[in-house]
């Protein structure tokens, strides 16, 4: 029972133009969520992050937004590079919770 | 500073044998978690440690699996009698305090491979 799903496995971008990388997730206890970003042969780094109470959070380039009805949230990068090139992870947390339930990844490529 | 770091860095065993895999977290980190990624899933949670404690190992798949922190630093993942189903990156992380103040940092794993 999946309960974080990224249902696109990857995303292919031209640099410059915005990436939108989708998830969504079905336990209502989810009240914090984070996306990590992973290159190969290493491990997944945390880029950004949302509470429940917030529909938007900013850092940069990266924007996530947070849809708690639909129970789906997105992350947009822009403007996209090519060092942004790599797997991303929508990840969830139960509130006092302390284990993180990950989604399957989305492979973004951006061509230069 | 160092991140976390995890050795060694591939291991390769024969179905039945016994594997340790080592986690060196942050220094003055004092959780700790386990996770196995397999090939195009996400990483899974295995168990949790604050401190020298246990605090959740509800993720550990049946008992030839086992993990230890002894003195609250380093920890070891221990297999027994490994099977192929057993490979995967096997993932190690390490936090200040809890996650939400503290996101986790993740070492660059170790690939389990079993023959």
């Known amino acids: 029972d999946q309960q974080v799903k990224q249902n696109s496995p990857s995303l292919s971008v031209q640099e410059g133009r915005i990436s939108i990388l989708n998830c969504d997730y079905t336990n209502s206890m989810f009240d914090y969520f984070l996306w990590y970003k992973k290159y190969p042969a290493e491990g997944p780094t945390f880029l950004i992050s949302?509470?429940?109470?917030?529909d938007k959070n900013e850092d940069g380039r990266f924007t996530v937004f947070l849809n708690k009805s639909a129970k789906h949230l997105s992350l947009h990068i822009v403007p996209s590079q090519p060092g942004d090139s790599a797997v991303y992870f929508c990840a969830a947390l139960k509130a006092a919770g302390n284990k993180l339930t990950f989604g399957g990844g989305t492979r973004v490529l951006v061509k230069p | 500073g160092a991140g976390v770091s995890q050795t060694p860095s591939n291991k390769v065993t024969e179905k039945g044998k016994y594997v340790e895999l080592r986690c060196d977290p942050i220094?003055?980190?004092?959780?700790l978690y386990w996770y196995r990624q397999s090939l195009g899933q996400g990483p899974e949670f295995l168990i949790y440690?604050?401190?020298?404690?246990?605090?959740?190992d509800s993720g550990l798949p049946n008992d030839r699996f086992f993990a230890v922190r002894p003195e609250g630093s380093v920890s070891t993942l221990k297999i027994q009698r490994t099977e192929r189903g057993d490979s995967a990156v096997y993932l190690c992380?390490?936090?200040?305090?809890?996650?939400?103040?503290?996101?986790?940092?993740f070492g660059n794993g170790t690939r389990l491979t079993v023959t």
């Open positions: 992380a390490s936090s200040a305090q809890g996650q939400v103040n503290s996101p986790l940092h």
């Open positions: 440690f604050q401190g020298t404690g246990a605090a959740d």
């Open positions: 949302i509470s429940s109470i917030k």
């Open positions: 220094s003055g980190h004092t959780a």
